[in-house]
């Protein structure tokens, strides 16, 4: 049987994927830094668009003529944009965190405005205090794939904030067009909402599962790019495409 092919779409880095490995036993996987990080050249107009194209380089680098996209958090923006670039190639969409938009206003905003605003100011006052709280599971600092310093000092020689800063500046305006892109979308769809997150509100998971109505649904206790409850859900969700297919 043909081993699925999953793209990660970072935020900013691979080292997002923490769950990685565990992909790895069961399909091929592919993911990257975004321009600008780490070796990957700059380019004119970093952002979620610019994240997304160079994703599509990544599957044209491997001869994929299909693939699963899978995001989680801030790359929900850029797997958008590539999803709806990927026209036939993309056989499905895997969201943690889903949401249709970015707000931070309104009695159904997606993200929790004071939350945005105090991790945008603690990476522009300490960004490894702020890169310790991006990788932190939820109840306590049992992480997979290795988390420590090391995998913090990788992050911050990879990711210069003069990359980081914009980034988390701009997700409410990025996100403005990220429901209209996944609207344009007929493949099936996994949504997973991360239960008691302080940063993505119940409310965004919400309007995105009625949005999908088709879509598969789970709610998982950890982050998804961290879980390995959001792994086996891939595995299965993946193992259902092949079903539909034979």
């Known amino acids: 049987m043909e081993r699925p092919r999953l793209l990660l779409v970072p935020m900013l880095t691979e080292l997002e994927w923490m769950i990685k490995p565990e992909l790895e036993e069961w ?9 600008g990080v780490g070796e990957e050249p700059a380019v004119d107009d970093p952002g979620s668009e610019a994240t997304a194209r160079r994703g599509l380089e990544e599957a044209d680098r ?21 999803a709806v670039a990927a026209g036939g190639r993309l056989e499905a969409l895997a969201l943690g965190h889903a949401r249709v938009s970015n707000s931070t206003s309104g009695a159904r905003r997606a993200l929790n405005h004071e939350v945005l605003a105090g991790i945008q100011s603690l990476l522009r006052t300490d960004p490894r205090t702020f890169v310790r709280q991006l990788f932190k599971m939820t109840g ?13 000092d990788e992050w911050l020689t990879r990711v ?24 344009k979308l007929d ?30 649904v789970h709610r998982c ?21 092949a079903a539909a297919r034979a």
Not at 62 to 82: N, P, S, Y
Request: net charge negative; aromatic share 10%.
């Open 62 to 82: 491997r001869g994929w003529d299909k693939f699963v996209v899978v995001a989680d958090e801030f790359g929900l923006v850029a797997a958008a944009h590539l």
């Open 187 to 216: 493949v099936p769809m996994l949504l997973a909402q991360h239960v008691g997150c302080l940063m993505f509100t119940p409310e965004g998971f919400e309007d995105a599962v009625a949005a999908f109505p088709g879509a598969q």
């Open 27 to 35: 399909a091929d996987v592919a993911t990257y830094d975004a321009p």
């Open 140 to 152: 306590g600092e049992a992480t997979q794939g290795g988390y420590g310093q090391g995998l913090i």
């Open 160 to 183: 210069e904030m003069n990359i980081a800063e914009p980034f988390y500046e701009a997700r409410e305006e990025e996100g403005v067009v990220m429901g209209a892109q996944l609207a």
């Open 221 to 241: 206790s950890e982050k998804p790019s961290t879980s390995p409850e959001f792994a086996q859900l891939l595995r299965e969700f993946c193992t259902s495409l």
